[in-house]
Structure formats: structure tokens, C-alpha cells
């Protein structure tokens, strides 16, 4: 069965840089992007920004443009999401997803989640 | 960015109740619409994709409609663990972008 296990909870000071993992399984990790959303203490989800294995294509959200780099390894099939000069309203719960579109073809949705990883910036 | 709207922002309803919820979006989205489930803790289910398609697993009492910049979710016989927050999101553009949430108390 498809399962995203995400890295644990993270504490980190304004200015640091984190870096969440999500490793794949159940599924052939190359064929399919991986999109990341997070969830600010009692708010709604945001779309991150995502990453297809296939091609190495990335997008991200203008929030964290310019300090995001998303990754993957193919040989372990994990993503990764760094994320740096964190402030404070980048505290919150990172979910990486699987976009279940065979190489992008299709209409996008995120059909399989890992349980979140949750990032704490604070002084 | 695409922004997305979502009425009500929160509802309460009792078991057996029919529910709707409404997304709008800022422009034109065609039917690049999703919907979610998140309960508390946990992390957000897909449950709708394509405006109208549901997602496997997913209990027929859920059904969604709309195109263009009007969507619906409606859930049928509602029942308690239908507790949640609800999303809807556009994957018509990047950013993809989310409403802000529709919290249904039974």
C-alpha cells in the first residue's frame, strides 16, 4: 500500500534552515510529483510548491520562494523539502503528498499523505 | 495567484442532515477543483477531484458539482464521523491555491 513517512518535528531559531524528508513506498517513486502543503497553528492549508521525480521539474508558492529547494532521490525514493531563513510564520505542519497523475497527466489532486512534520520557529 | 472562497466558514448540522458547501473562485477554473476532508490532528483526505469525480474509497454520500468560477459539495445523511473541516482547492494553476475551510460541527 502507498505510504509517505515524513522525517519528526523539528525546533529551529529565525534565520535557520530545516530540512523535512518524506520517504515513499508502495508505489514506483520516479512516475509521480510530490507536493508539499503546510498548515500554520489553527489556520488553513497552504500549497508549498511540488516536484516531479521524473523530470526535476519544481514550483513554489511565493512564500517561500527564493528559500525553498525541493529534492528527491530516486535511488530511495524520498523527497526532500529545505527550507531557509526561517521566520516565525513558517511555524506550522508540513505534509508531503503524492500527486497520483502518472508523469503529469491529468488534473492534479494529492490522493496519499504522510502525517505531517511539525516546524517550530522560535527564538 | 487564483484566490478561492468558501461559504459558509463554519456550520452546524445534525446526523441525518443533507449538507452543501460552496467554493468560489476568483477566475475561471474550468472543473480544476478538489475537495478535502481534514479532521482534527490529522492530515487532509482527498475526497472529490475533477469538480465531480470521487475519490476511490470514498463514501457515495459525498457528491460535488460546478465549473467555470461556482462549486458545490454535498454530503448526504450525514453522519457523525463527518465531523471535519472542509477544502476545496483549484489545480487549474500554480499556485495551487486553497479556500479557507468550511468547519461542520454535528
Known amino acids: 500500500q502507498v505510504q509517505l513517512v515524513q522525517s519528526g518535528g523539528e525546533v529551529k531559531k529565525p534565520g535557520a534552515s530545516v530540512m523535512v524528508s518524506c520517504k515513499a513506498s508502495?508505489?514506483?517513486?520516479?512516475?509521480?510529483?510530490i507536493t508539499w502543503v503546510r498548515q500554520a497553528p489553527g489556520q488553513g492549508l497552504e500549497w508549498v510548491g511540488w516536484?516531479?521525480?521524473?523530470?526535476?521539474?519544481?514550483d513554489y508558492a511565493q512564500s517561500v520562494q527564493g528559500r525553498a529547494t525541493m529534492t528527491t532521490d530516486t535511488s530511495t525514493s524520498t523527497a526532500y523539502m529545505e527550507l531557509r531563513s526561517l521566520r516565525s510564520d513558517d511555524t506550522g505542519v508540513y505534509y508531503c503528498?503524492?500527486?497520483?497523475?502518472?508523469?503529469?497527466?491529468?488534473?492534479?489532486?494529492?490522493?496519499?499523505w504522510g502525517l505531517g512534520t511539525l516546524v517550530t520557529v522560535s527564538s | 495567484d487564483i484566490q478561492m472562497t468558501q461559504s459558509p466558514s463554519s456550520m452546524s448540522a445534525s446526523v441525518g442532515d443533507r449538507l452543501t458547501i460552496t467554493c468560489r473562485a476568483s477566475q475561471s477554473i474550468s472543473t480544476f477543483l478538489n475537495w478535502y476532508q481534514q479532521k482534527p490532528g490529522k492530515a487532509p483526505n482527498l475526497l472529490i477531484y475533477?469538480?465531480?469525480t470521487l475519490q476511490g474509497g470514498v463514501s457515495s454520500r459525498f457528491s460535488a458539482s460546478g465549473s467555470g468560477t461556482d462549486f458545490t459539495l454535498t454530503i448526504n445523511s450525514l453522519l457523525p464521523e463527518d465531523f471535519a473541516t472542509y477544502y476545496c482547492e483549484q489545480s487549474y494553476r500554480v499556485p495551487f491555491t486553497f479556500g479557507p475551510g468550511t468547519k461542520v460541527d454535528i
Open positions: 516536484i516531479s521525480p521524473y523530470n526535476g521539474h519544481t
Open positions: 503528498a503524492r500527486d497520483p497523475r502518472i508523469r503529469g497527466s491529468g488534473s492534479y489532486r494529492a490522493d496519499y
Open positions: 508502495g508505489y514506483t517513486f520516479s512516475n509521480y510529483a
Open positions: 475533477s469538480a465531480s
